[in-house]
């Protein structure tokens, strides 16, 4: 992230526990789309834990370059790949998403940058797609995914819910960020510079009866629970957040549940 943004659900450990079981859920989708080949080097800006650059660096034989604004982010990413054997497919540099901490010769030289749930978190974002426009290679690849935050729905609603989730998108704009940067991604890789080439959704959801479905449902309420602070500065009673969290655990547990989500992906190419 940049300097100037705020990532409301913060990195403790709770969080990061969190981040790395989202990962297991995203990765097979965005690793399919990405299309990443041997040989390849990205640039992974707002890179979190590394899990997703790490799993990229395994197909091209690279070191992905993780860009992370977080020390805490940092430290856990690095343990995590020493604890896998997986340290030099790694290179995880502290620095702004608007700032790169590239050197010189590595300016113009990479041939996909890559964000996931970077551009929601930041009050600038184009500022981040020119500079990932920048670093690639003529003709090279920038992929960014995000969020729609206004995309979400639950059938049948548990009760309270979209209330609470609306809740949850004002505290971006209180911050100066936008929740539903992810129908914008096109836009965004037009005005930075790069020739957009395609756009789609990476579903993300189940519904009962799914092996993942708990794990979906889990995250979203860990989603709230980490805002919940913000959450109610915007004007939700603490009771109502409460009972709304109540209902979704309750939901989870409904035989004809189902969770419906996506995440926006889309990619750029960087002019000849």
């Known amino acids: 992230m940049s300097e100037g943004s705020l990532y409301v659900h913060g990195t403790h450990p709770e969080e990061q526990a969190r981040l790395t079981r989202l990962n ?5 989708g965005s690793i399919r789309e990405l299309g990443a080949r041997p040989g390849e080097r990205m640039l992974d800006v707002g890179a979190g834990l590394g899990q997703f650059a790490r799993s990229v660096a395994k197909i091209t034989g690279a070191t992905t ?5 977080s020390e805490e982010q940092i430290a856990e990413g690095m343990r995590q790949a020493r604890s896998a054997g997986e340290e030099n497919l790694l290179d995880l540099r502290r620095g702004d998403a608007t700032d790169l901490p590239l050197r010189d010769e590595e300016w113009a030289t990479f041939d996909i940058a890559h964000a996931r749930f970077l551009l929601e978190h930041v009050p600038a974002p184009l500022e981040i ?3 990932m426009v920048r670093a690639v290679r003529p003709g090279g ?7 729609d935050h206004d995309i979400l729905r639950l059938w049948p609603e548990p009760p309270g819910l979209g209330e609470v989730w609306k809740a949850y998108m004002r505290t971006y704009d209180r911050a100066k960020n936008d929740p539903i940067v992810g129908r914008r991604l096109v836009q965004l890789l037009h005005e930075a510079g790069a020739k957009p080439r395609r756009c789609m959704w990476i579903f993300f959801g189940a519904c009962a009866g799914h ?3 708990e794990l979906y449902v889990d995250n979203l309420a860990l989603i709230v629970e980490g805002a919940r602070d913000a959450i109610i500065a915007t004007g939700i009673k603490r009771e109502d957040l409460a009972s709304a969290l109540v209902a979704l655990r309750e939901w989870k547990r409904r035989p ?5 989500f996506a995440m926006s992906w889309a990619e750029g190419i960087r002019p000849v």
């Open 24 to 28: 297991t859920l995203l990765n097979e």
């Open 65 to 69: 370059i993780g860009v992370e604004r």
């Open 129 to 131: 797609v020119k500079g």
């Open 141 to 147: 690849r920038i992929v960014l995914e995000d969020d």
């Open 211 to 213: 092996a993942d479905f």
């Open 256 to 260: 004809d549940a189902a969770f419906w």
